[in-house]
């Protein structure tokens, strides 16, 4: 998944931060809902899957 083109180290350490914090930003969205309010509730998880 590495971009095309002359990148630099920095650049290339940069884009791995990005797609790390990106990842972790995923599993936490997913995570929340695991939380009992949320779960319980099919059409605002279905909703919020769905605008995401």
Excluded: H
């Excluded at 990106?22 to 319980?40: C, L």
């Amino acid at each position: 998944m590495l971009p095309k083109g002359d990148l630099t180290r920095d650049q290339l350490s940069q884009l791995l931060l990005v797609y790390i914090g990106t990842a972790a930003d995923i599993i936490e969205f997913f995570d929340s809902f695991k939380d009992d309010k949320i779960a319980s509730e099919p059409i605002l998880v279905l909703l919020t899957l769905g605008i995401w």
